[in-house]
């Protein structure tokens, strides 16, 4: 195992770093999605969620929790959560009312392999187990704090988020943006997890 300083910018290996970050992000959201009863509904959860990915949103959390003084193991359900929401954007993204996608990250589609009916319901618990997960499983955090990223995590999910970035988006195709909706487009949809991921 990589051991990384970032206290010591001279010794940092940034590529090392997110290549630990990753592997202990995915061993969490494995634990994380267990298969139980109904299984179809967690093994779509997982089949997205487990596909792949550079796991930045979740990385640049426990990197902020580690440049605030604390363990990163007290971040790791919020970035799991990260994640599971970000996996519940793309599943809901690729639907055919939405952009009607064959792929993501080299595979099949989540709609693609268990229908439109099941991935609808997978991204639906993906986003609610999220803001469970956070509050269930964070450890050795103020109560208060807990939920002020639940609070912080529900805003950017909604409207005044990734649903209100996904609604101009779609109002948007077929036509000429300008930069200020793009920017609403990209600040909203790609960019609104980020902000979670490092306040």
Do not use: W
């Amino acid at each position: 195992m990589v051991t990384t300083n970032l206290d010591s910018p001279s010794t940092f290996d940034l590529k090392s770093y997110l290549h630990e970050r990753r592997i202990q992000v995915e061993a969490a959201l494995d634990a994380a999605l267990p298969v139980v009863y109904p299984e179809q509904i967690y093994e779509s959860m997982r089949y997205s969620v487990l596909a792949g990915g550079k796991r930045l949103r979740p990385i640049l959390c426990l990197a902020t929790c580690e440049l605030l003084g604390a363990r990163s193991a007290i971040a790791m359900p919020t970035a799991c959560a990260l994640e599971m929401v970000h996996t519940m954007s793309l599943i809901h993204d690729d639907l055919p009312a939405m952009d009607n996608d064959d792929y993501r990250r080299g595979k099949l589609t989540n709609h693609k392999v268990y229908g439109e009916d099941v991935a609808v319901l997978a991204g639906d618990a993906l986003l609610t187990y999220a803001f469970e997960h956070i509050a269930t499983q964070t450890k050795g955090a103020e109560p208060l704090k807990i939920l002020d990223v639940v609070a912080r995590l529900g805003k950017a999910v909604g409207a005044a988020g990734l649903v209100g970035g996904q609604v101009v988006d779609l109002a948007s195709e077929g036509t000429a943006v300008d930069e200020q909706t793009l920017t609403f487009i990209h600040m909203h949809k790609t960019a609104a997890l980020l902000e979670v991921s490092v306040t």
